[in-house]
């Protein structure tokens, strides 16, 4: 895969490079090149492995995912089967307190897998592109520009709606841990 199409020249190239010594080369877990974005530009993205000090934080459901289509679908026949079979079977105070543990759980499920299919999709639709980019490299025709660029915006409206659900996300810790910087300071 390359970095850069040029249109007005049909060409492609790698202009992104990353350096890293042996220690460092030994952590990579993956190198892989970003959707291009607004531009005729792949960023190069580098997964490192780093070893990270588990935080103990409340686990809190973000609104957005109760208005999540796929979530409700996936989570909704679980909680009125829950209401259904276990209705009397106990007193109303310790059913309501089963049902709050069973609705994270099925949450969780559901956000992880809502999570995957999203990563999954962003996958698909980058091999779509790069498939759509090699035949238009090859024959340059309108349908295979108007193809390729299609399949551009689908994929920069996914990203973009992946990266302000991130957005939201990395707000949302900042806001209940704080920010990183500033604990590099306290003694």
Same mark, same amino acid.
């Given at each position: 895969?390359?970095?850069?199409?040029?249109?007005?020249?049909?060409?492609?190239?790698?202009?992104? !490079?990353?350096?890293?010594?042996? +220690?460092?080369?030994?952590?990579?877990?993956? +190198?892989? *090149? !970003?959707?291009?974005?607004?531009?005729?530009?792949?960023?190069?993205?580098?997964?490192?492995?780093?070893?990270?000090?588990?935080?103990?934080? !409340?686990?809190?459901?973000?609104? /957005?995912?109760?208005?999540?289509?796929?979530? /409700?679908?996936?989570?909704?026949?679980?909680?009125?089967? *829950?209401?259904? $079979?276990?209705?009397?079977? +106990?007193? !109303?105070?310790?059913?309501?307190?089963?049902?709050?543990?069973?609705?994270?759980?099925?949450?969780?499920?559901?956000?992880?897998?809502?999570n995957a299919g999203l990563g999954d999709k962003v996958s698909d639709?980058?091999?779509?592109?790069e498939e759509a980019l090699n035949q238009y490299s090859a024959s340059?025709?309108?349908?295979?520009?108007? /193809?390729?660029?299609?399949?551009?915006?689908?994929? $920069?409206?996914?990203?973009?709606?992946?990266?302000?659900?991130?957005? @939201? /996300?990395?707000? @949302?810790? *900042?806001?209940?841990?704080?920010?990183?910087?500033?604990?590099?300071?306290?003694?």
């Amino acid at each position: 895969m390359y970095s850069c199409f040029s249109t007005t020249f049909k060409t492609s190239s790698r202009i992104d !490079l990353a350096f890293a010594n042996a +220690a460092l080369l030994a952590c990579i877990q993956e +190198a892989s *090149y !970003l959707p291009s974005g607004l531009s005729d530009h792949h960023p190069l993205k580098l997964t490192i492995r780093t070893t990270r000090s588990q935080r103990k934080a !409340l686990w809190r459901l973000q609104p /957005h995912w109760i208005n999540n289509e796929a979530v /409700h679908d996936r989570v909704s026949p679980s909680l009125q089967d *829950y209401w259904v $079979h276990n209705a009397g079977s +106990a007193s !109303l105070e310790m059913t309501w307190d089963a049902s709050k543990a069973h609705s994270r759980g099925q949450y969780i499920s559901a956000v992880v897998a809502v999570n995957a299919g999203l990563g999954d999709k962003v996958s698909d639709l980058q091999h779509k592109v790069e498939e759509a980019l090699n035949q238009y490299s090859a024959s340059a025709t309108v349908p295979n520009f108007e /193809h390729l660029s299609s399949l551009r915006r689908e994929l $920069h409206l996914h990203v973009s709606d992946t990266t302000r659900l991130g957005i @939201q /996300h990395s707000r @949302q810790a *900042y806001f209940e841990h704080g920010d990183k910087n500033s604990k590099l300071l306290r003694c």
